[in-house]
């Protein structure tokens, strides 16, 4: 567990970085304000218009899904592409 994880909303958290190469899959839990930062700064694009909406106001009660691709180090602006947004209530 990574604790203390705060976003910026010009860099990468560190947090990230720091997570070991062996870990496959991290959920990242947040509030807003705040938590949306650093999924539009990471997210180069999205399928559909997931990151659109992302940028506009992050949903309340929302998951995204960001794959990494090649070491947490290598992940930086940009670097990701937003697969999906799901919201627990209202349309996705």
Known sequence: MIRGCTG???RTPR???DVPD???TL????HNPGS???ITLLAG??????LDRVRTKFPICALVVLPRHGTWT????????LTELRIA???S
């Open 45 to 50: 694009g999205s399928v559909g218009t997931a």
């Open 74 to 81: 290598d992940l930086g602006p940009g670097k990701a592409l």
């Open 15 to 17: 947090c990230l970085h």
């Open 8 to 10: 910026r909303t010009n």
């Open 22 to 24: 062996e870990v496959g």
């Open 27 to 30: 959920l990242v839990v947040g």
């Open 89 to 91: 209530r209202g349309p």
């Open 36 to 38: 949306g930062d650093p």
